[in-house]
């Protein structure tokens, strides 16, 4: 199982960016991924995640209307589109993998590196 997550960069301040989580191994369509971040000097948190049974979303009360999750099955790949980005939503952003408890707990056993999002003017 391997994930790497990809698309990160510097963006001003309500601008826009999309991060890719690829996978590799497995099939990325029969479980649940995650995103992640971890700003400086804070705990890491769950961002967003996509169910596998039902292609369900969910997304932290912090991004939501702001961040979508979506996945292409036939790329084994899962994206995170940023929009509207904020100072605050600087982090390292992971992608992660497992059953659909431990993601949403936070607590999934397969990680992907960060990739690294610096929001500022």
């Known amino acids: 199982v391997q994930l790497q997550a990809s698309g990160g960069g510097l963006v001003q301040p309500g601008g826009s960016l999309r991060l890719s989580c690829a996978a590799s191994?497995?099939?990325?369509?029969?479980?649940?991924i995650g995103w992640f971040r971890q700003a400086p000097g804070k705990e890491r948190e769950g961002v967003s995640c996509?169910?596998?049974?039902?292609?369900?979303?969910y997304y932290a009360d912090s991004v939501k209307g702001r961040f979508t999750i979506s996945r292409d099955n036939a790329k084994n790949t899962v994206y995170l589109q940023m929009n509207s980005l904020k100072p605050e939503d600087t982090a390292v952003y992971y992608c992660?993998?497992?059953?659909?408890?431990?993601?949403?707990?936070?607590?999934?056993?397969?990680w992907g590196k960060g990739t690294l999002v610096t929001v500022s003017s």
């Open positions: 992660a993998t497992d059953v659909f408890d431990r993601v949403l707990a936070g607590n999934p056993d397969y």
């Open positions: 191994g497995f099939i990325l369509d029969y479980y649940t």
């Open positions: 996509i169910r596998s049974s039902d292609g369900s979303t």
